[in-house]
């Protein structure tokens, strides 16, 4: 049976158990996904997804492009679209339109990027520093299609 009263004692309230950070520095990591999503609280923003290939431990960057509690057309969105254009110039890509910034951001999943993780005063940021390689296509294949098929039928 478990003694959930020594449990009790030998749990640090200083580290939470399911929330196990990458400490600060760089990484050589692999684009997992990259989406343009809506958060709980509907503000909307960028999830990157990225896989570190040396230790595997995955890393989460947010990038808020609209925070719906202070609705500063000028200032959230302007600055935090200047970070989006600046993450996506260090992946190579620029467009016209944020519509097309959302179907490119999906064409580098699979690329290899150097992130840069760095905490200051209590702030953590997670930086695009450089694009190490292009994602992996299939010869013939759609820019955009980065996963493999289902099927392994041999013909």
Same mark, same amino acid.
């Given at each position: ?13 200083? *580290?939470?158990?399911?929330?196990? %950070?990458?400490?600060? !520095? &760089?990484?050589?990591?692999? =684009? +997992? ?34 925070? *719906?509690?202070?609705?500063?057309? %000028?200032?959230?969105? !302007? &600055?935090?679209?200047?970070? =989006? +254009? ?70």
């Amino acid at each position: 049976m478990i003694d959930l009263n020594k449990t009790w004692i030998n749990t640090n309230t200083d *580290n939470p158990p399911n929330k196990k %950070e990458v400490p600060d !520095g &760089n990484y050589d990591c692999t =684009l +997992k996904d990259v989406s343009i999503n809506e958060s709980k609280k509907g503000n909307t923003g960028v999830a990157w997804h990225f896989t570190d290939n040396r230790s595997g431990e995955k890393i989460f960057k947010w990038h808020s492009l609209w925070n *719906n509690e202070t609705q500063d057309d %000028e200032g959230v969105v !302007g &600055n935090n679209m200047y970070w =989006l +254009k600046k993450d996506m110039a260090m992946l190579g890509l620029s467009c016209k339109s944020f519509d097309q910034a959302k179907y490119l951001l999906r064409t580098m999943v699979g690329a290899t990027v150097r992130l840069e993780i760095k905490t200051k005063d209590g702030f953590r940021n997670i930086n695009i520093v450089e694009k190490l390689a292009d994602p992996v296509r299939s010869p013939g294949g759609n820019p955009s299609d980065n996963e493999t098929p289902d099927d392994d039928v041999p013909f």
